[in-house]
Structures are given as structure tokens and as C-alpha cells.
């Protein structure tokens, strides 16, 4: 996929931070999306729906849009005027007690929006692998420390998000906070490559939070932080590998 060939979507109403489709770009350019044609994705923390619509329109698959401050209200009347609403369906729920199916989807996408609820060890194998098919991926796009700066993001990033800075870690300390589990088979963290190309879509934007974000950038945003993707890949059931 191609982020400009989505611009028409990406404004300051739709970004919530810094551009979520060069995040997605990225991801799927590293780690292309191999689907059965019933295949289910999730969508989780969407916000206003963008990287859903993306998603949708990328991979022709069935998407579940999850947020918790965007209503499913909301994004489902987007979703209908961007002519995906029969795609799309958009759900109001918190990560941390979801009621999907189990087994439900083939991949679970998450851009600008894990480091908000996912912070703690066992919440991968608590909160959201059971709702994962076997031979799944996860593909999920954050903002974090580098890291050369692991374990000083409230000293570093106070100035700039206050109580907030606890969430922001580096790609070491996600891969250990992703850690473990039987039906997992492997799991990558590192710094992405879009973190230039994603901010500056966002400083441009005419939004009060970007505003906010632009008295930051060149003090603490760029030396400290950076993109942290993580790709988290299922093992295959016996009948998988014999299709
Ligand atoms: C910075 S916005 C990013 C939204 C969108 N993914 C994007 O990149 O434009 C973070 C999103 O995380 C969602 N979020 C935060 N905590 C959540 C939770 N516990 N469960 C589900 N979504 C959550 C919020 O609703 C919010 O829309």
C-alpha cells in the first residue's frame, strides 16, 4: 500500500498524532498480510477509523474497528460515508475486556494506541490472545523510546507529557513485556523507519494537540522517542501446515 494514494482521508480531523497510515504503510510493507478469503481483522484502538478503512481497502477482508474514546456510533456513520460500511464494523469497547469470539481473527492491527492499555506483562496472553486463530499476526505501530534510553522516558519525556510518560518504552522492553506463551512463535521489535515522514504530517496539521506537540519536537520528541513496531507471529496448528 501506498500512503498517498490515501490522502484524500488523512486530515486534521481523522489524525489523532502522528500519521497513523505511514505507521500502517510501514507494517505492511514489512510484514505483508497473507489472508484466506473468510479472514477477520481487528482493528484495535482505531480511533477515528482511518487505518481501518486502510485496512479494509487493502486486504478486502471483514475488519472489526475498535476504540474506546471514538463512539462506534461515530465511526460507523464514517464508515458508511467512506462507502465501507457493510465492511466495517465499528465496536466501542476497552481492550482490557473485550467479548469477540474467540479464535475470531487471523490478524489483530494496532496503531498509535497499545502503549495506552498494554503496558503490563501477561496482558498479550491475557487480554487478546485467546481471540487470535492459530498461524495469526499481530502487527502494531507505537510511539516509544529509543533504546539507548530504556527505563528514562519520566525523566526524559515529563516536560513534554507528564504523568503520561511511563507508557512510552523502548523496542527491548516491549519484546519482554510481549514475552512468552505456547501458541507463540516469534516476536520482533525495532525502531521504525517512518518516525520523520509520520511527525511531520502531524506538525502540519491544523489540530491544538499538534500545536502542542510542535513546542516539543526538536527538544525532546525527536532525540529520545521514535516509533516502536512489533510484530508478533502464532504457530500453526498441525492442519495448517498440511494445507
Ligand atoms: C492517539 S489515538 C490513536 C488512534 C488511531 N489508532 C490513530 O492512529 O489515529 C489512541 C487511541 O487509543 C484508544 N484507546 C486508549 N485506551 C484504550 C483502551 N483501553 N481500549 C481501546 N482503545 C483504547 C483511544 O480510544 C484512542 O482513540
Redesign the pocket.
Known sequence: MKTDDYKEYISAET???PN?VR?LEELFHKYPLQLHPDDVILD?????G??SLIIAKETGARVFA?????SAEENGKRFAEWGVGEQITPVC????DLHFEKKQFRALI????YH??AGSKGFFQEKLLPFLKDNGVVLIGIPGLKDEYTGRAEELLFNWLGDESYMFKSPKQWKELIGRSDRIESVKTWEMDCFRQAWDDWLAADNKFALGDRQHFETIIKPYTCFVGIYIGLKKTKRDCCY
Request: charged content about 20%; some cysteine; hydrophobic content about 40%.
Open positions: 489524525m489523532m498524532g497513523s505507521i484495535l484502538g482505531c480511533g477515528t482511518l487505518t475498535d476504540d474506546l474514546w471514538v469497547e476497552d481492550a482490557n494496532s496503531i498509535d494506541s495506552y492499555f
